[in-house]
């Protein structure tokens, strides 16, 4: 398939245009190390396009949608597109519950041993800490100022809706942007997959733009 001859090709590899998952896993952590996000996305992407069976693969437009190819803004917009959507009464907590399953699943594969009690913060090391002072660290009604009261990926959500462009200041620029998502590598692709895997989200006013434009 084609997807199978991108990663042959991205690695220089033709041994892998035969189904050698051991190495795949290999490369996936070799790879993702070295380019974090973009790794991930890409990886992803391939996965997505290899299956043997046609009908198991994504077709050309939907792969032209996929996160690997969004800038760092657009990716910013999304994200606080879903802060603004987990915050709706009217979103099942079952359908929320199989984000945040999907994030503690992705979470543990990355870090072995973490633990859900330790919260999106245990992926930030000294220097991302310093860089993201200013946005996690907020100024609360009445002048107060303060932290995010916890380490959930709903309280994840929320701090990057607050500074996406448009909200509340100090916005996050693109580098700032770059900078989370390399802390996280898998936020983007475990949200978009549950995105695409809920069929009232994917039709939801605040996907359209990612999902069918």
Not at 10 to 20: G, K, Q
Request: proline share 5%.
């Amino acid at each position: 398939s084609l997807g199978r001859v991108a990663l042959a090709l991205m690695v220089r590899d033709p041994e892998l245009l035969e189904l050698a998952t051991g190495r795949e896993d290999a490369l996936k952590k070799s790879f993702c190390t070295k380019a974090p996000h973009h790794g991930a996305c890409l990886l992803d992407l391939i996965q997505n396009m290899i299956p043997h069976q046609i009908e198991d693969r994504i077709d050309l437009t939907d792969a032209a949608r996929h996160p690997f190819f969004w800038h760092p803004l657009k990716t910013m917009v999304f994200l606080a597109n879903v802060g603004s959507v987990i915050q709706d009464d009217n979103l099942s907590h079952g359908c929320k519950n199989k984000l945040w399953s999907a994030l503690d699943k992705s979470a543990k594969e990355v870090h072995e041993g973490w633990q859900i009690s330790q919260g999106w913060r245990k992926f930030f090391g000294p220097e991302a800490s310093t860089n993201f002072a200013k946005f996690i660290w907020v100024d609360k009604k009445g002048g107060n100022s303060g932290q995010y009261s916890d380490h959930t990926w709903y309280t994840l959500f929320d701090m990057i809706r607050d500074h996406a462009p448009g909200h509340h200041s100090p916005f996050m620029e693109p580098y700032d942007i770059a900078v989370l998502l390399d802390c996280i590598p898998f936020l983007v692709q475990a949200t978009w997959s549950w995105v695409l895997t809920e069929d009232d989200l994917s039709r939801h006013p605040n996907f359209l733009m990612f999902c069918y434009m």
